[in-house]
């Protein structure tokens, strides 16, 4: 299985990216890539990497840190086998490296935050807002 992150770039303070995540290989294990939930999760310059965002393998239950709520949104296209963060409204903090994670977290609401539950990660996508 591979996670392939892509989409950030650098962008001034109210600006917007759209991050892609495109997985593979999902059916070599014996599922299909809807059977997954995923995370976007970022490091910021000098912080621990935290969780923004997350999304269900059907694409129905979305889940969002607080200081991205309204701005971010988090969606999937199963048949393309990508998640997406649309980021708005772009602050400078918002500055880190976001990563794409899958795993299968059947309670997504709770523990899309935790970093161990996720069983496959992407490199990194690079994201700098200017101010």
């Known amino acids: 299985v591979q996670l392939q992150a892509s989409g950030g770039g650098l962008v001034q303070a109210g600006g917007s990216l759209r991050l892609s995540c495109i997985a593979s290989g999902f059916s070599d294990s014996g599922l299909t890539f809807s059977d997954y939930a995923v995370g976007w999760f970022r490091q910021r310059p000098g912080k621990e990497r935290e969780a923004v965002a997350a999304?269900?393998?059907?694409?129905?239950?979305?889940y969002y840190t607080d200081s991205v709520k309204g701005r971010f949104t988090i969606s999937r296209d199963n048949a393309k086998e990508t998640v997406y963060l649309q980021m708005n409204r772009l602050k400078p903090e918002d500055t880190a490296v976001y990563y794409c994670?899958?795993?299968?977290?059947?309670?997504?609401?709770?523990?899309?935050?935790?970093?161990?539950?996720?069983?496959?990660w992407g490199q990194g996508t690079q994201v700098t807002v200017s101010s």
């Open positions: 999304v269900t393998g059907s694409g129905d239950g979305t």
């Open positions: 994670a899958a795993g299968l977290i059947p309670l997504l609401y709770s523990d899309y935050e935790r970093d161990y539950e996720y069983d496959y």
